[in-house]
């Protein structure tokens, strides 16, 4: 949530409120929204790379779907190439979307809303992703107890 304060434009803000109204059930694409372009503030200057670092960042927290969706949200990501991205495949529609919405958010002048009514979804699909991790052993299988043994 700093690192989204610190930025004063209100471009991610706008791209996510416009996939909220158009995609409500996909949060994680409006969360996508929210934080594309986060790598342009963790690292200034490097625009080539901005929606790598984004995907890098939020991985951790949000999961691997919405590190996808920012990895690619970058037209130069689109079909694989030299930043290692994977080509869109199943949310290739969701990718496009993505786009429509970074776009139109540019040319638009919509009340976003606060920052804050954000929080709350961030921490639901943290809090998501976290149990997803948690449930798949170091190995690759699943936690719990093993039935079936001698």
């Given amino acids: ?3 989204l304060h ?3 434009d209100d471009h991610a803000l706008r791209t996510a409120a416009l996939l909220r109204r158009s995609h409500p059930a996909d949060k994680e694409l409006q969360l996508a929204g929210l934080l ?3 790598g342009r503030m963790l690292r200034p200057g490097d625009g080539a ?3 790598v670092l ?3 960042a939020v991985r951790p927290l ?3 779907r919405v590190a996808r969706l920012v990895r690619l949200h970058a037209p130069a990501a689109a079909g694989g190439g030299s930043d290692g991205a994977d080509p869109p495949g199943e949310d290739a529609e969701a990718v496009a979307t993505l786009r ?3 776009e139109a958010a540019g040319a638009c002048g919509l009340d976003a809303g606060a920052l804050e009514d954000w929080r709350a979804l961030l921490e639901l699909v943290a809090a998501g992703s976290c149990r997803a991790r948690n449930a798949i052993g170091p190995l690759g299988s699943p936690r719990g107890p093993i039935t079936g043994t001698q």
């Fill in 1 to 3: 949530m700093e690192l």
């Fill in 6 to 8: 610190a930025d004063r």
């Fill in 36 to 38: 594309h372009d986060i």
């Fill in 49 to 51: 790379r901005h929606a």
């Fill in 54 to 56: 984004a995907a890098e």
């Fill in 62 to 64: 949000l999961g691997e």
């Fill in 100 to 102: 429509r919405a970074r």
